[in-house]
């Protein structure tokens, strides 16, 4: 260490606490100077989660929120023509990130893929009350497992998790009627809104969402709605989870963000 280090030995002493940190990153390449002020925000982050009492993350959680937040910001940077800075170095990054991921037990999942000339549709919903933060997320694909679009969208007006699903439904339905207007399977893990959109009519506050969704998937050749578990429904509340965290609303077309590209190839592993 002594050997590498940019200073010389009278002026280190000068330097305590949090000044040590600052000459460190100030030394790293810049990803992983990015990279460590992501872990050290996030960290901060479930500190004042703590300190409040409000909802906190687990590690798993904290590893898909960094991650969709770096693909935000990666994202962002090219739009502006900035771009990765050492792309080489982020995607190995993600791949070992990624692999270390598919280890863990937690991730099992159940998702199938839809048959033949059908198109399987998850949505979900995050809310936090507390923040009163809201997105959806969105994902549909073929009987092949590929995704053919995803959409995360911030959602400023929000009541609570129930107007966060329908949301989530009804954005599922419309898009898939554009998209692809032959026969869908809307997936969601809100048993309320499966019911909901399986009756012809609901008298309830969200009966205004439930009936624009239905008048969308008059569009489609056929469809239905199903239930599901939520480790079914891995990939639409990572998606939920990064328009909440983020504010970031953004479609992808025949394709998918990296942040949850491992989340795909679990479920396409599952599936064989």
């Not at 000339?117 to 936090?128: E, I, L, M, P």
């Not at 911030?154 to 692809?180: F, I, M, P, Q, W």
């Amino acid at each position: 260490m002594r050997q590498h280090w940019p200073l010389p030995e009278e002026t280190k002493l000068a330097y305590t606490g949090p000044d040590w940190l600052l000459l460190l990153l100030n030394s790293c390449s810049p990803p992983i100077r990015d990279l460590t002020k992501l872990v050290l925000w996030k960290a901060w982050s479930l500190h004042n989660d703590i300190t409040h009492e409000s909802e906190s993350s687990s590690i798993l959680g904290s590893v898909h929120s960094l991650l969709s937040m770096r693909s935000a910001l990666d994202e962002m940077q090219q739009q502006q023509g900035v771009g990765c800075r050492d792309e080489q170095h982020c995607s190995s990054s993600d791949k070992r990130i990624r692999h270390s991921k598919g280890k863990q037990k937690g991730l099992a999942s159940s998702w199938t893929p839809p048959v033949k000339g059908w198109t399987k549709v998850n949505v979900d919903g995050s809310f936090v009350a507390q923040t009163g933060g809201a997105g959806v997320g969105v994902v549909a694909r073929d009987d092949q497992g590929r995704a053919l679009f995803a959409v995360c969208q911030e959602l400023r007006r929000c009541a609570d998790a129930a107007e966060a699903e329908a949301t989530a439904c009804l954005l599922g339905v419309r898009l898939g009627a554009e998209r692809t207007p032959g026969r869908v399977v809307l997936e969601t893990d809100c048993a309320r809104l499966a019911a909901a959109l399986k009756g012809s009519s609901d008298r309830s506050e969200l009966g205004f969402i439930i009936g624009e969704t239905h008048e969308h998937a008059k569009m489609l050749e056929e469809w239905k709605v199903v239930q599901v578990k939520r480790e079914s429904n891995l990939v639409a509340d990572e998606l939920a989870q990064l328009a909440r965290k983020t504010e970031l609303s953004k479609v992808w077309l025949n394709c998918a963000p990296a942040c949850i590209a491992n989340l795909l190839e679990l479920d396409c592993k599952s599936d064989s």
